[in-house]
């Protein structure tokens, strides 16, 4: 059992549209929201009515792009080496994170089910720390699953991926999965097993229906496979060509047998996760 996430939900209306309709296909069983977005206030209304307990609804941490708050934004490049050089501020990424929780709150009138990052910034050195800790303050009681990026244990080999596609997970995973997920354990936060589906985004709907196939196989009980489609009739980002591929690979015909060839089910990460926690745990 793995669970599919759709990232970056409010960024604009194809990405709503994409993510909407594949839930309701029963393809994709998460979505993280970008509380910042253009596309988020109007359409969060209707994520609103989406059966909670058949999709996570989460929030996609932001400091990069669409933060609320003036001072928060920063570029990538410059959120790592601050990150690294433990120069980030904390109370300024405290005070983001908690606006976008508020803003999540308000426009759901729940909790979020998981929290990840854009672009992967909530497990950087001093947000992480930040995070977990305003989780711990505003949810006693309440555990949301927090995404990790840990490739699989074989790594690229057990993908099939040399190169420059095994380049870009373990970089991500060098960021902060190893940190985020000791301190994610010892507060009692459940992570997913691995992370798949990290792509340079190129090669069109054919490269992405060969990698998805790779991902699917190399899965095991407990992976988050992210994805970020959009349909067709609208959006304009940078990467809107490679999400068009993916919603059309996600949303064909073919999907359902690739799940089958791979003898792969699609559940709720927090079904998955509670599920494991009431078996014996084994090592990998």
Known sequence: MICICVDDFGMHAGINEAALRLAGMNRVHAISCLVGGMSWTGWSRVLRRLDAPDVDIGLHLDLTETPLLDGSRRPLRDLILDSVLRRLDRRIIRAEIRAQLDAFEQALGRAPAFVDGHQH???????????LEELQ??????????????????GC????????DCLKPRGIEWLGSRGLASAAYRLGYPQN???????????????YRELLARWLLAAVDGDLLMCHPSTPTHGNDSLIDARHAEFEVLSSASFDAGLHDADVQLRPMSQILARRMSMPQTSE
């Open 121 to 131: 910034v909530h497990q950087f050195r001093t947000v992480r720390t930040e995070l």
């Open 137 to 154: 303050a505003r949810y006693r009681g309440s555990t949301p699953w927090i995404r990790s990026t840990r490739t699989p244990r074989a």
């Open 157 to 164: 080999r057990s993908i099939n991926m040399l190169g420059r």
């Open 193 to 207: 097993r691995h992370l798949l589906g990290v792509y340079d985004f190129e090669g069109g709907s054919s490269r």
